[in-house]
T-cell receptor, first 114, second 114 residues
Framework: GAGVSQTPSNKVTEKGKYVELRCDPISGHTALYWYRQSLGQGPEFLIY????????DSGLPNDRFFAVRPEGSVSTLKIQRTERGDSAVYLC????????????FGPGTRLTVL | AQSVSQHNHHVILSEAASLELGCNYSYGGTVNLFWYVQYPGQHLQLLLK??????LVKGIKGFEAEFIKSKFSFNLRKPSVQWSDTAEYFCAVNAASGTYKYIFGTGTRLKVLA
């Protein structure tokens, strides 16, 4: 398909474990974004990549969260020492990089930390 | 602080009723404005956007929104809703320059009764 894909769709883990969430953006999109959506809330920005570099990581809540995009395409969001409060839907979006261009969202990964 | 407020968290309408969902933002500087929709079981998708020009913008499925700069508002309207419009609606804003991240409102859940 031509859309943004995310894997896994669901992830259940235990408190303290490490998780990786993957995002495959639309081909050719230089900009990639991660958001987190908690129940009853709108998506909250985590990090934005332009190409391979993180242009804005001001939304990462703490140093347990890290994201990479080594080749400027696929991105991985990594969460260390997961906590119950990390439970949320993690959304990835991509765009062609201009601010007024829409961001195309993936289906999300629902993370549950027990 | 940058923020987006959506006044109505839950709205219930009968088919053919008119819809108006409120959105106000607080953001220093020139902004781009967006409305996204999330149908049950689907991912976020763009309804419409404003970045310059005519403040009355038309989107897909008969939706429109009006940017009123003096009121910092971008309300979404539809003259006659259908059962298929049942969804969650999110207003979002980003800066016209600089960081591209979206600031989302908390969303409005619309239920249309057949």
């Amino acid at each position: 398909g031509a859309g943004v894909s995310q894997t896994p769709s669901n992830k259940v883990t235990e408190k303290g474990k490490y998780v990786e969430l993957r995002c495959d953006p639309i081909s050719g999109h230089t900009a990639l974004y991660w958001y987190r959506q908690s129940l009853g809330q709108g998506p909250e920005f985590l990090i934005y990549f332009q190409g391979t570099g993180a242009a804005d990581d001001s939304g990462l809540p703490n140093d347990r969260f890290f994201a990479v995009r080594p080749e400027g395409s696929v991105s991985t969001l990594k969460i260390q020492r997961t906590e119950r409060g990390d439970s949320a839907v993690y959304l990835c979006a991509s765009s062609s990089g201009r601010t007024h261009n829409e961001q195309f969202f993936g289906p999300g990964t629902r993370l549950t930390v027990l | 602080a940058q923020s987006v407020s959506q006044h109505n968290h839950h709205v219930i309408l009968s088919e053919a009723a008119s819809l108006e969902l409120g959105c106000n933002y607080s953001y220093g500087g020139t902004v781009n404005l967006f409305w996204y929709v999330q149908y049950p079981g689907q991912h976020l998708q763009l309804l419409l956007k404003y970045f310059s020009g005519d403040p009355l913008v038309k989107g897909i499925k008969g939706f429109e929104a009006e940017f009123i700069k003096s009121k910092f508002s971008f309300n979404l309207r539809k003259p006659s809703v259908q059962w298929s419009d049942t969804a969650e609606y999110f207003c979002a804003v980003n800066a016209a320059s600089g960081t591209y991240k979206y600031i989302f409102g908390t969303g409005t859940r619309l239920k249309v009764l057949a």
